[in-house]
């Protein structure tokens, strides 16, 4: 679709950063994804995801406890949690999205659905602002008495995202008027009168908060998002990491506790060095991103490596099989790392959005856009007994804690908005997907086209459509972390005097509209090992193709499992074009061989072999061993799966 | 301290098989440990854990919840869980052992502690027999609705062991009074009336059951153990792993769910096969064992594989640093392989006993018998961040959740019972540990003694000091699993002619008293693997010594941590007596490197170097690795340890 509209002079995505904020980067303030990869994940998130959702939230009773807390219905409260209400709010947000000028065109029946869900919000809310229907039904109305676990400051945040969403994309108030009435009750009740001493056990009120400011120019909102976020750390709710309570975040060394609250507690402390300048929050932003990305980082991007708390191990602390990696943090992981590409300019953020989208994030649905994970691990043995219930390694339908699904829809609904930035002197492309971007270049609409089969295919073509044309700008394109090898044509010319620069491929000339650059990644498949303190992988290597992480799957290796499987190094990977595979997929194989196992004595452990090591083990044979995408895992049958393959 | 009375003709330990029970071999009917290895801690256990435990058993709360149920204190239930009474009996059962004729001489102290708890607990029964104070005073009495959760069977269970052990150490009838009433009132509830057609979602009463009817010659107990143990597995508690409710036990082809839950069961499914014959019970339990030791089994002897409801893993999913391996998991493999050894008479549970109780089982209580660990994980990282709690690796004095502490106290106080047995043939020494031995050999007393400095020298003496002189007999010596050198001389010259028949020496002759046997082990250190399908240590070697796994610790390489410590195969261990180090050890010392640590890039993962590898990563020179036992691990200071070592 197009638009006749000219673009609006803001960012159009959920990251608008203030007009005098100190960010290196602006995001676009016009996005299309209109084919390729993302496209047909989008396209499946618009017509089942989305749709699916609004069934879902009403049969698990989330949009019952509203009514019920709005006196329109009787019943029981429904479901576990106090942060019911958040899932509504997270698919509100999804949805709205949707309903902007890039999603897909609506006939109607999602802007109906979304509307009589706010009228429910509306409706739950109490006079003086306050919402969270836990509360208001099952605890006589009592507020803010179990701040660790309560979530109601939490679930105020999304309802927040929420409503800027549907205000960015509709301009339509509604759900931002309830977003700001309970937004004032808080202040009134946390700001500067400061009734409560206090703050959310789980993060995500704080950067909400920040958004509001941006959107609404409440002042207000800033400096309660500023207070939530140094009150971390002072023991107020028990001084326990889980709560991000254990040390002030300006003196943490790495990334602690549970995962998806620390993500979410660092995007408002990103968003705060943003609006305000505080280079000592920017700074610990910085150090704890290098941190966590360089020894608490799956190769996914998956990140939580505790199946206990849901939280960060120690460095290097990264197990394969029972990798945690929920689905919320690698949302939240995109979340936090784009507002450090934007503050910094640096494409190592957006290098870890690019791993964390193909894989550890894109894994969490599946390829029909029905069944969800909820945690994603790197391996599963054959035989695995699962226990069932939300942390299975099995996809399911919905969870009883439904975090992930709306969360996941979320991202993929604005997934456009994290793709290209501008700044002073050109535009930057982040991220690869076929489409149409635009940026406000010193007051000059800037667009480009992006032409790509990428992740399948390395070239991609960007057309400059429109832009400065008096003066030279620069076309910054990224150079993926994986990438050794690349070319770049400029409208057929070979361009050897580019600069690559901190990761950035940077372009400057007079454009001209209808110039077009064409880049060459090297995507052939490869191996990678793991820093040797990683020790869940030792001896190990993992397969990529481009930005894609691949695994084995026991359906495709049948005859015996995958546990006994090594993969010869020595001979080469090949890869081939499967349009009619899990949707369309490059599969990468390899080959190798399966071990004989030893014999069955009962005492796993043996004498060691000594330096020479052992000899060859006893094989059964050659053995292909055929690798998909990671985030296709799980879409044909229940089995086996593993990422690190063995090469001794 | 020696003993004029006869020897009873009864074992004398925790598992007395009944006298037709089809057991292969029937434990000893007296035992003493007078001197070496296992004397010492349980000097200390006498001397510090178990006056310690009745300490903080009072400051707990758990003796002031007697007194609330009985009626003789006020004040609120002092604890989280309902099964706060277990510890109390857990306690009761390692005293009653310590006041045994083979228990440390006692001054009077400790039988007087004794007496007052059992007063306590047989004030706090209510009428009709039941017993728990969490239902008592916080339920208003109501009983077994959610046996789940409710832990009162398993609180039974652990009255009745205690009451056991002490009548057959004492003779004394109170406790043994208070637990038969509980018994016969589960009975008339679960037995054959079948108000409550169900079980404990913790086992524990069943095996104790078996122990009660051996007591006592109850056949009901014995009926209702048999009860309880079927209705395992057919969903009357919701059918989930956890509470040994997915599958019935004889259908069972993994060990799986809550590890200490599925040992007590397997205890009582041998004690069945013992008292029954039941061979299908019996052949489960065999399966059962083997499939566990060869997939589930850490090296240390260590079970269960997760956090997360502290349960089994996958099949060959043994994590190092985040291992669970619950104490009281230790403690219930070693209830279980006992009974099975002497089901049996296989040596193998008897090695697999040796493993667990010199690493994974001692390594839970510190070496001054005052700190304890509840988790036993192999390995802690340079810089851990402990979470504190039970599951700290760090030792605690005492637990919000106090089961391990009691349960370590009563296997050491009942030790000397797990060392030998007979059978119509013979006497089998299943340990080695310096004391006195006796035996009934078709009725004639048969006693040896034992003399050695094991585990750290490989030498035992075995002097038989009485027993058949009108026949041969056997006299038979466990040879480890681990062991693959050995001599032996019978009162000074080498038999050669001895046999060695599925890891017993078995040395047929007519014996006279005085006559001495000394078997050397070679008991040189050395190193092992584990299965290449234990993906979490590949590429490392553990150190071990006899039946003694090692670690390194922190504190004994300085100047850098451990998390880059490469092992060099080529070259040989060498050992060290320290008798001035962690209360007198041996070492082992390794020649190895740190890595440099890989430059400090933000990703940690990087493309494979192929087959040949990777350069020779720089090293910081000669290193040397020293070793000490696992089971002595954190009794300096907190830091970091590994049992497994990277050899590249």
């Not at 300048?277 to 998956?302: I, P």
């Not at 919320?328 to 507002?339: E, N, Q």
């Not at 997907?433 to 790509?452: E, F, K, N, Q, W």
């Not at 081939?576 to 490059?586: A, H, Q």
């Amino acid at each position: 679709m197009s638009h006749s509209n000219p673009a609006p002079p803001v960012p159009a995505g959920p990251v608008r950063p203030g007009r005098d904020a100190r960010t290196a980067l602006t995001p676009a303030v016009a996005a299309e994804i209109l084919g390729g990869f993302w496209h047909g994940r989008r396209e499946v998130n618009a017509r089942v995801g989305i749709p699916q959702g609004a069934r879902l939230l009403e049969s698990a009773g989330n949009l019952h406890n509203l009514r019920l807390a709005a006196g329109t219905a009787g019943g029981a409260f429904q479901g576990d949690f106090p942060f019911m209400d958040s899932d509504v709010y997270k698919w509100l947000e999804a949805a709205a999205w949707q309903l902007g000028p890039s999603g897909t065109p609506d006939d109607g029946v999602l802007a109906a659905e979304v509307d009589r869900v706010t009228a429910l919000v509306a409706a739950a809310q109490q006079s003086d602002g306050y919402l969270n229907t836990w509360f208001q039904v099952t605890k006589d109305g009592r507020r803010y008495e179990d701040l660790r676990w309560g979530h109601e400051l939490y679930c105020a945040g999304h309802l927040i995202q929420a409503a800027v969403a549907h205000h960015r994309t509709t301009g339509a108030k509604e759900l931002l008027d309830v977003a700001v009435r309970f937004a004032d009750h808080l202040d009134s009740v946390f700001g500067s009168d400061r009734q409560i001493d206090g703050f959310d056990g789980h993060p995500e009120v704080e950067t909400a908060l920040v958004e509001l400011y941006r959107e609404t120019g409440e002042r207000r909102y800033l400096d309660l998002a500023g207070y939530f976020v140094d009150r971390h750390g002072h023991g107020l709710l028990g001084g326990e990491a889980y709560c991000q309570d254990r040390v002030p975040l300006r003196e943490q060394r790495h990334v602690e506790g549970h995962a998806v609250r620390q993500l979410y507690l660092l995007a408002a402390a990103a968003d705060l060095a943003a609006e305000t300048g505080d280079s000592e929050l920017l700074g610990a932003c910085e150090r704890l991103w290098t941190a966590m990305v360089a020894t608490k980082t799956h190769v996914t991007g998956g990140l939580g490596a505790h199946h206990d708390e849901e939280d960060f191990g120690d460095p290097y602390e990264l197990p394969n099989e029972r990798a945690y990696c929920e689905s919320c943090a690698a949302v939240a992981s995109v979340h936090w790392s784009w507002r450090m590409a934007l503050l910094t300019g640096e494409a190592k953020y957006s290098d870890l959005i690019e791993r964390t989208l193909f894989n550890g994030f894109l894994a969490a649905v599946s390829l029909d856009g029905e069944r969800w994970l909820y945690v994603n691990p790197l391996q599963v043995r054959d035989g695995h007994t699962d226990t069932g219930g939300d942390q299975s390694a099995r996809r399911t339908r919905w969870f009883r804690c439904a975090c992930c699904p709306p969360n996941v829809m979320r991202l993929l609904a604005s997934l456009e908005h994290y793709m290209t930035s501008t700044d002073a002197d050109g535009l930057q492309i982040h991220q690869y997907a076929t489409g149409r971007y635009t940026g406000d270049l010193l007051g000059t609409p800037t667009i480009v086209s992006v032409h790509t089969e990428y992740p399948w295919a390395g070239r991609i073509t960007v057309t400059v459509e429109d832009g400065p044309t008096d003066r030279p700008w620069t076309l910054s394109l990224r150079i993926p972390q994986w990438c050794t090898g690349r070319t770049v044509e400029v409208s057929g010319a070979a361009t050897g005097a580019a600069v690559v620069d901190g990761g950035w491929l940077r372009l400057e000339r007079n454009w001209t509209p209808g110039d077009e650059v064409t880049l060459d990644l090297d995507i052939a498949p490869r191996l990678v090992e793991a820093d040797p303190r990683v020790d869940a992988v030792r001896g190990c290597v993992a397969v990529e193709r481009g930005p894609v992480v691949y695994c084995l799957e026991g359906v495709d290796h049948p005859g015996g499992g995958l546990d006994d499987i090594v993969i010869d190094l020595a001979r080469p990977l090949t890869e081939e074009r499967r349009p009619e595979l899990l949707g369309g997929v490059v599969t990468v194989t390899a080959a190798g061989h399966r071990r004989t196992p030893p014999d069955d004595g009962w005492w796993p452990y043996h004498r060691s072999t000594g330096p020479a090591g052992a000899p060859a083990a006893p094989s059964d044979g050659d053995l292909v061993l055929t690798a998909v995408p990671y985030y296709s895992w799980a879409n044909r049958e229940d089995g086996a799966m593993r990422v690190w393959l063995p090469f001794r």
